[in-house]
């Protein structure tokens, strides 16, 4: 009876549905014990599913049966691929306007109530809703994972990474949208301007009423939640007081400064994920002028070669091949390793990458060349003499329910601190990140989720007390480091080459930042307030570095080798910038230098990596890319 109970499940949430989207619901259940038991069992086939869950390495699903046959899905105003981060916002606000007609395209489908559990962070992994991207062989990072690959975690679907991601609400300093606006010879991007932008957006509640909020900064009518995990670890809360005594401020790292120790804040709601779908696009399926279509796969961006105009997409769709014309603009959102390979695929890129495949070149621009992401070690765990309680899976279902306890931590991440490095030392420009995972930290998915080796694994976190020990995760937020996205082929549905080449800038500044929160964590584990919970770092020393001694300078930087690699934050492979020969792909209003009609609005056009989480900064694009759109057109 069971698996008769998974099939319909399965079949349920994968169904095709072009303007709404089918979802098992069981909250309205008249029983809170069937819905218990109903979510355990969820819970408990996820993480057996993640266990055995092979990745697809190319895109051959969406493949039509005829490739040669094409047919028409009609003409919209805009049209919208992607509904990520950005792509909802996008939907949503142009589609405000009902004299817009709105088309959105994303290959996946709207989230379940599997992604509605934060805490399924690892297991959501190995399910359709990430892509299963991994890098090329590495030289310089991810040494310790299987062939030297970092795996790349992307989200597919409605909402895209905010899917699948930790959730972390962070929108960096003040100091990253003023040397961005001045970077892109826009005022429009400095941090006065677009903070109205974050507020617009945000539905900030203060639950956690110990938690340092600046009010003035944070919106309360916005679409997309921001709340506070409950409740906090006693792990969480002497962190926050031995940064306090290192002379740090415990404070809301979304004031401005975007420095400050803090109880993480997140895009969950009542302990629930809060994605990008629910946020921006579920509540308004039933406007006439917005038609989603999930299990969409674009292919090529149709430009008219004689006015250098994108007039619409190709795409696949239940194994046919569809056409659909765009009267205003293409709008592409779909992400920062795949906007890049659809310019490609459609002849804008580098000139000399694409003669090589074959593809006819329409604009010569650097798409893909300049990959940006935040390098982050996860080679630190320590041990305390706090024991996290263990209760069975039907007690926490019961609190997640109620909106709190450990099943409503995306991946147990609860807090987050920014602080300067020797680089930035004396400006207040944060470029030092350190999350804290509390008790229960590891778990049996971890090995799979970070691709590591049986060695690593064993060396790092095999056999440890999960119930007291936590991890720091140390993060560099300013790499120098340049990464790329190129063409495996000419054929749409081959996956791209990523190359994400941490840690190979020739001035090792990014490890040396690194190594530099490395020192940072052991100082907060060898304060009072650690201590007084008997904190140490875990002897999980690396058989891959054991020729150097254990925590000497040169022992940590073998190790940030051997387990850095990305936190779900790649962009900057569109960057915005007013100048095409110098590597800009997009000018100050997200439009693709020497294409019409076509824009990119996602991470992508980052111009560089910022002292915070890329979600929010990319939900503020989406905003202002629309209000950009809508005063062009209305």
């Known amino acids: 009876m069971f698996k008769l109970i998974v099939l319909w499940i399965s079949v349920t949430l994968t169904r095709k549905c072009v303007t709404g989207y089918h979802r098992l619901d069981i909250r309205g259940t008249d029983h809170q014990s069937s819905e218990v038991e109903y979510l355990t069992t969820l819970i408990e086939s996820a993480q057996k599913n993640g266990l055995t869950y092979q990745f697809q390495k190319n895109a051959d699903r969406y493949r039509p049966r005829d490739e040669n046959e094409t047919e028409d899905f009609g003409t919209f105003d ?11 916002v996008v939907a949503s606000r142009l589609s405000e306007i009902e004299k817009f007609s709105v088309l959105l395209l994303d290959a996946g489908n709207f989230g379940n109530n599997l992604t509605d559990i934060p805490n399924m962070y690892f297991p959501v992994d190995f399910t359709e809703y990430n892509w299963g991207f991994f890098s090329t062989p590495q030289k310089t990072c991810c040494l310790g994972m299987v062939d030297r690959k970092c795996i790349l975690p992307r989200g597919r679907g409605i909402g895209g990474s905010t899917l699948i991601n930790g959730e972390v609400y962070a929108r960096g300093s ?15 991007w400095s941090y006065e301007r677009v903070l109205p932008y974050f507020k617009k957006s945000e539905a900030f509640h203060h639950r956690d009423k110990d938690a340092p909020v600046f009010e003035p900064a944070h919106g309360k009518e916005g679409l997309l939640n921001v709340e506070y995990h409950l409740p906090k670890s006693p792990q969480l809360v002497s962190w926050l007081k031995a940064n306090e005594e290192l002379g740090f401020k415990v404070a809301d ?15 969950t709601k009542n302990g629930r994920r809060f994605d990008g779908g629910k946020a921006f696009v579920r509540p308004f399926l039933n406007r006439t002028n917005l038609r989603v279509v999930t299990y969409a796969y674009v292919t090529k961006i149709l430009i008219d070669h004689h006015s250098n105009s994108a007039e619409g997409v190709i795409f696949s769709h239940g194994k046919k091949k569809f056409s659909v014309r765009a009267r205003k603009e293409v709008i592409i959102s ?16 580098p000139k000399k990458h694409l003669n090589s495949l074959n593809i006819p070149v329409i604009k010569d621009l650097e798409v893909g060349s300049f990959l940006k992401d935040h390098p982050t070690f996860y080679g630190m765990t320590f041990s305390s003499n706090y024991t996290e309680p263990i209760r069975s899976k039907e007690e926490y279902v019961e609190e997640f329910l109620k909106g709190y306890g450990p099943l409503a931590a995306p991946g147990n991440n609860q807090g987050v601190a920014f602080y300067e490095s020797q680089y930035t030392k004396g400006t207040g420009y944060p470029d030092i990140e350190i999350m804290l ?19 690593t694994y064993g060396d790092l ?3 440890i007390n999960r119930s007291n020990s936590y991890v720091m995760y140390i993060v560099g937020l300013h790499a120098e480091s340049t990464g790329s996205v190129r063409l495996n082929s000419s054929d749409p549905y081959d996956y791209p080459i990523i190359d994400s080449n941490f840690l190979s800038d020739s001035l090792d500044k990014d490890i ?16 009072k307030a650690l201590q007084r919970i008997g904190s140490k770092l875990e002897d999980r020393s690396l058989r891959a570095c054991k020729r150097y001694r254990y925590l000497s300078r040169a022992y940590w930087y073998c190790a940030i080798r051997q387990v850095t690699m990305n936190l779900y934050h790649p962009v900057s492979t569109c960057p915005m910038g007013p100048n095409p020969e110098k590597g800009d792909v997009v000018d100050s209003e997200c439009r693709v230098h020497g294409v019409n009609k076509l824009r990119v609005a996602d991470a992508s056009i980052f111009p560089f990596t910022l002292a915070g989480h890329p979600n929010a900064p990319t939900v503020l694009i989406g905003e202002i890319v629309s209000d950009l759109i809508k005063n062009k057109h209305q």
């Not at 790292?253 to 895009?267: I, K, M, P, V």
């Open 78 to 88: 805009f049209i919208i691929v992607g509904g990520g981060s950005a792509g909802t």
């Open 174 to 188: 003040s100091m990253d949208f003023d040397r961005w606006a001045k970077h892109v010879n826009d005022y429009r």
């Open 253 to 267: 790292y979304n004031a401005g400064t975007g420095l400050g120790a803090s109880t993480a804040q997140l895009n």
């Open 334 to 349: 779909a992400g920062a390793f795949q906007s890049p390979q659809l310019l490609m695929l459609s002849g804008i890129g």
């Open 437 to 455: 995972i509390p008790a229960n930290a590891t778990a049996d998915l971890s090995q799979r989720a970070f691709s590591l080796t049986d060695q």
């Open 461 to 463: 976190w095999k056999n």
């Open 512 to 527: 040396n930042t690194i190594y530099e929160g490395v020192q940072l964590a052991l100082k907060l584990s060898e304060t």
